[in-house]
């Protein structure tokens, strides 16, 4: 090893000492003040800054960051909530709904235009309800049609993203064409319910509306819901 690559290796030991003795020694320069006045340090669009006017600059940028990060969560906050209003006034409708035919109305309804829902399809499995007899492309389903979403009810959970096309096109019919993502919730009252009432799909022309990695709580919860809701009428 040359001297120079020693020299330049004691330089970094030091460098790096003295990083560790200012952090852990905040106050170093207020004892020394005439050391802090004497510091320059380069701008970035040239000439020179006092230490102190590029702490104020270092400050004020961190302060602009903070306010933006600060109206970022009081977005998401604004937005929670008004899901949080939609969804408890979509369970008061549902429990009030004194026949089938209205929970279906309901749902149709309000998730298109409260949740900016692009296609919904609510699907019944294997009833005869009379009040059904008009909506076959919502009930009755069996083998094969059950089959293409086995995966899916076994799974006991919502699922969100690119669904495969047969999967579309059995769910949304003519609409299919235009879904880009969906979210494919099966109607269980709970996680250890063994009959599963259907399935209630929301589609979207927004690709990135409905992703895979998204959180599925709110899904899950609307699932249980009309899960019971309809136990009420089918049973």
Not at 52 to 81: I, T, W
Not at 150 to 165: D, N
Not at 223 to 234: E, P
């Amino acid at each position: 090893m040359s001297i120079q690559q020693e020299n330049s290796m004691d330089d970094k030991d030091m460098e790096h000492t003295l990083v560790r003795y200012l952090r852990d020694h905040p106050g170093f320069f207020e004892q020394h003040l005439d050391l802090l006045a004497d510091m320059i340090l380069p701008h970035v669009h040239g000439g020179a800054v006092s230490l102190v006017e590029r702490q104020v600059s270092v400050l004020r940028e961190q302060k602009e960051q903070y306010r933006r990060q600060l109206q970022q969560l009081v977005r998401h906050a604004e937005k929670n909530e008004k899901l949080s209003k939609h969804f408890n006034d979509l369970i008061l409708a549902l429990l009030d709904a004194r026949e089938l035919a209205q929970v279906i109305d309901i749902i149709n309804q309000r998730l298109r235009q409260e949740f900016e829902a692009e296609a919904v399809s609510l699907r019944l499995f294997n009833t005869d309800h009379p009040h059904l007899r008009t909506r076959p492309d919502m009930v009755d389903w069996s083998e094969p049609a059950l089959s293409t979403f086995e995966k899916v009810i076994s799974g006991r959970r919502p699922v969100c993203g690119t669904l495969p096309s047969v999967q579309v096109q059995a769910l949304f019919n003519d609409a299919a064409e235009g879904i880009q993502s969906s979210a494919l919730i099966p109607l269980l009252v709970n996680e250890q319910s063994r009959k599963c009432y259907g399935l209630l799909a929301i589609g979207s022309h927004d690709a990135g509306r409905f992703r895979a990695d998204m959180g599925t709580l709110f899904l899950s919860h609307l699932g249980k819901v009309l899960a019971r809701v309809l136990s009420q009428h089918l049973e």
